[in-house]
């Protein structure tokens, strides 16, 4: 049986496919997905669409926003599925903290790849000169970060959804298993 509090949090740099991946686990699994782009002020939006970077000032309400939902999915028993950048550790501390059923999905994608994507795609406010900026800022999950898988995104949709629920399925994520 699937834990209700189990949230899955998806991350990476713009175009490693968070939302595209989140989306289709979350219907897979018959969870809530959720856009974490969505949380963002309007102030950051209004900067990122003028192609500056975000730091961590900026990022500090989108993340509580972030962690507020969370709470909400928690409290309410909901298992979900959030595509978030969540691009340093620091951040997803933040975010695991005191949610021990909180888990982290890296999409690694090569540089060469992420820039071909964020080329063909159209984001609202996210333009794909941002790339470099969120590439620098990125800390990658370290070997023995908790509750962190990394997986290669570069395959196709369906690949790469089913990898992570292999994944997930063999740490036990999905069957209740306390890790």
């Given amino acids: 049986m699937q834990d209700a509090a189990t949230i899955l949090v998806v ?25 974490g782009d969505d949380f ?35 409290d309410a028993r909901q298992p979900a599925v959030i595509g978030c950048s969540a691009l340093k550790r620091s951040y997803r501390d933040f975010l695991r903290d005191d949610r021990p059923r909180v888990w982290f999905l890296y999409l690694r994608v090569s540089r060469g790849v992420l820039q071909q994507r964020v080329e063909k795609r159209h984001h609202e406010y996210m333009p794909a000169s941002l790339l470099d900026s969120q590439l620098a800022t990125l800390e990658e999950p370290a070997p023995g970060e908790p509750r962190c898988i990394t997986l290669d995104a570069t395959d196709d949709v369906s690949a790469t959804v089913d990898a992570a629920l292999c994944a997930l399925h063999r740490l036990g994520v999905l069957c209740g298993e306390k890790q």
């Fill in 11 to 35: 991350m990476g740099v713009s175009g490693c496919g968070k939302s595209t991946i989140g989306g289709a686990i979350a219907a897979k699994l018959g969870w809530l997905y959720e856009e």
């Fill in 40 to 74: 963002h002020p309007p102030s950051n939006i209004a900067k990122m669409r003028a192609g500056k970077p975000l730091d961590d000032t900026d990022r500090q309400p989108w993340l509580a926003a972030i962690a507020r939902w969370m709470e909400a999915q928690t």
